[in-house]
């Protein structure tokens, strides 16, 4: 199996079954996503701990495939790390996405990488990547408390 397939059976699978899928229990922060070009919603919760660790966090919403497995994926990858760690995860997801970087400078175990690299083949199609990156511009929402809900469609 070439990566291609096994980052398309990534996606395919995180996009059918999301984990972390459903509102936390216990969270204190939260924030709301919108990408009206493609219809996809996303409300990410999360809960920080008093040494900056992202104990848990969860997303409820609906969308297009990508955007299921971007969300799912992301939950996966940002658990259990540092809020400083999780905005460098993102700022390499956008770079990934925008510039299609290599990842060798981030700090991820092998099985993480492939998952966060599953999304990176949307770059070939500029419609699809605000439903890659909605989740990644919500978490960083989350950090900051902000109530307005994301726009994908005034942010790039
Ligand atoms: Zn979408």
Same mark, same amino acid.
């Given at each position: 199996?070439?990566?291609?397939?096994?980052?398309?059976?990534?996606?395919?699978?995180?996009?059918?079954?999301?984990?972390?899928? %459903?509102?936390?229990?216990?969270?204190?922060?939260?924030?709301?996503?919108?990408? *009206?070009?493609? &219809?996809?919603?996303?409300?990410?919760?999360? $809960?920080?701990?008093?040494? %900056?660790?992202?104990?848990?966090?969860?997303?409820?919403?609906? &969308?297009?495939?990508?955007?299921?497995?971007?969300?799912?994926?992301?939950?996966?990858?940002?658990?259990?790390?540092?809020?400083?760690?999780?905005? +460098?995860?993102?700022?390499?997801?956008?770079?990934?996405?925008?510039?299609?970087?290599?990842?060798?400078?981030?700090?991820?175990? +092998?099985? +993480?990488? @492939?998952?966060?690299?599953?999304?990176?083949?949307?770059?070939?199609? *500029?419609?699809?990547?605000?439903?890659?990156?909605?989740?990644?511009?919500?978490?960083?929402?989350?950090?900051? $408390?902000?109530?307005?809900?994301?726009?994908?469609?005034? @942010?790039?």
């Amino acid at each position: 199996m070439d990566l291609t397939e096994l980052y398309q059976d990534l996606i395919l699978d995180h996009g059918q079954k999301p984990r972390n899928f %459903g509102k936390l229990k216990l969270y204190n922060h939260d924030a709301k996503g919108h990408n *009206p070009l493609c &219809g996809d919603n996303i409300h990410l919760y999360l $809960n920080l701990d008093k040494k %900056g660790i992202v104990t848990d966090l969860s997303f409820e919403g609906s &969308g297009c495939a990508i955007s299921v497995a971007s969300s799912s994926i992301m939950t996966e990858i940002v658990k259990n790390k540092s809020e400083k760690k999780a905005q +460098e995860l993102l700022d390499a997801f956008f770079k990934m996405i925008k510039d299609n970087n290599d990842l060798k400078k981030i700090d991820l175990t +092998e099985n +993480e990488k @492939i998952k966060f690299q599953s999304l990176s083949g949307v770059n070939k199609f *500029p419609m699809r990547v605000k439903c890659a990156t909605l989740c990644w511009h919500t978490l960083k929402a989350a950090f900051d $408390n902000q109530k307005q809900p994301i726009n994908s469609e005034v @942010i790039d």
